[in-house]
């Protein structure tokens, strides 16, 4: 097979795999060194830069062959898909020519499992040694994980590696001994938290040997399986608490070919998968608790509200917040003010008191704030609006797409 053609193959099996992205990744240059490759400090891989800069990977499977049987899997065993598998080699130069080509950043790169988790994993570390040692590529590098792999090979994996990750693929152990029967989730939990030790002995140590800079992550998929939201992110709750992952990723299912009765035969909501994401930013960045966000007797997140909303319209005891006297991590959890214009306000009210046009300047989103806030020159009443009025008039009204925009505008 031409490698053109198992790059289209092994390319198109990469992306499902959604637990790629590189923030966190150490800042390098090559000034002074021989090699090539750079990364910024914010890192890369299918994500925007400050400056607006779209930055990319190469992202590929070593082979689409599989010895297990996933059910929601593309490339599981039973699969009728086309297969491929690179050498070593091979992945090492189109890493290199796409890198000298400006077409990429640095790399990805999974595998479906052959011959044994081992192997597997033997060649995958041996891609990221050869870019590292002989031709002294400084670019990112992300490695997944193979859980029954032997520890040592880990180890070498994060020496070459910026970011390993391990999939969880599924929120319970249930949905994965029903959809993923050779997969276990204590074994790979017990890998996580391999890692997870030896991060911790570099931090403790800085001049151990390198491993994984930019951390450890995860995926989840999500409505492959009966696993509502707050089983999902009680998941992942307990994944950044037990692991200190940097990130959880979340991926919408997909139908795939000939997909088995096991799974559903219709994706969910793409809007389900990025109220995921907003709610787990809410869980890293805000302190929210995944039980303040859905109850423990389980649901959904509203798919017509951000979750951030949501929670501050079941809480109206605590609006309106007076800005002036708040705490600052209150203050973020107004909708429409960030962390960084709650630190803006606790900054200026040192100065002087907070009036509504301040907002304005900090370009807070003043319908979503309004009802929620007290300034030194605002003062809304408390509770006059019920709260499923604030969210019909918080919800964007649904627009019918045009499907010939240019005969409209003519």
Request: aromatic content about 8%; some cysteine; proline content about 6%.
């Amino acid at each position: 097979m031409e490698l053109t053609d198992k790059l289209e193959i092994l390319a198109d099996a990469a992306k499902y795999d959604a637990s790629c992205a590189s923030s966190g990744a150490p800042k390098r240059d090559s000034i002074g060194k021989d090699g090539f490759g750079a990364t910024s400090g914010l890192g890369i891989c299918h994500s925007y830069t400050p400056d607006g800069r779209c930055v990319s990977l190469l992202k590929v499977l070593l082979t689409n062959y599989c010895l297990y049987d996933c059910q929601y899997c593309v490339n599981r065993r039973s699969s009728n898909v086309p297969r491929a598998r690179f050498t070593v080699a091979e992945v090492v130069k189109l890493t290199a020519d796409f890198y000298l080509r400006n077409y990429i950043d640095g790399l990805f790169l999974s595998s479906g499992i052959i011959q044994s988790a081992d192997y597997t994993m033997e060649q995958l570390v041996q891609v990221a040694r050869e870019l590292r040692e002989v031709h002294q590529f400084r670019g990112y590098i992300h490695l997944k994980t193979i859980p029954d792999a032997d520890p040592a090979l880990v180890a070498q994996a994060g020496r070459y590696a910026d970011r390993l990750s391990v999939n969880i693929e599924l929120p319970t152990q249930d949905s994965v001994q029903k959809l993923a029967p050779e997969k276990s989730v204590h074994t790979i939990k017990l890998a996580m938290g391999a890692i997870r030790r030896k991060l911790d002995e570099k931090a403790q140590e800085p001049r151990s040997p390198r491993f994984a800079p930019a951390g450890q992550s995860t995926q989840m998929i999500v409505g492959a399986d009966a696993s509502d939201d707050q089983q999902i992110l009680s998941t992942a709750e307990t994944l950044y608490g037990s692991y200190k992952l940097k990130r959880v990723y979340y991926s919408a299912f997909s139908p795939i070919p000939d997909s088995p009765k096991s799974v559903p035969l219709a994706p969910p909501p793409m809007l389900r998968e990025h109220r995921l994401y907003q709610a787990d930013f809410l869980l890293r960045s805000y302190g929210f608790q995944a039980s303040e966000l859905l109850p423990a007797t389980g649901g959904n997140l509203a798919l017509d509200i951000d979750p951030k909303l949501a929670w501050a319209l079941a809480h109206r005891e605590y609006f309106p917040l007076d800005l002036n006297r708040a705490a600052q991590h209150m203050i973020a959890r107004v909708p429409g003010i960030g962390l960084r214009n709650a630190q803006r306000i606790v900054d200026l009210r040192q100065l002087r008191q907070v009036r509504y046009a301040d907002l304005s300047r900090l370009r807070c989103s003043m319908k979503k704030i309004s009802p929620f806030i007290i300034t030194a020159d605002y003062f809304p009443a408390r509770d006059t609006t019920a709260s499923e009025h604030l969210r019909r008039a918080m919800t964007e009204a649904p627009q019918q797409m045009n499907l010939w925009p240019e005969l409209q505008a003519a």
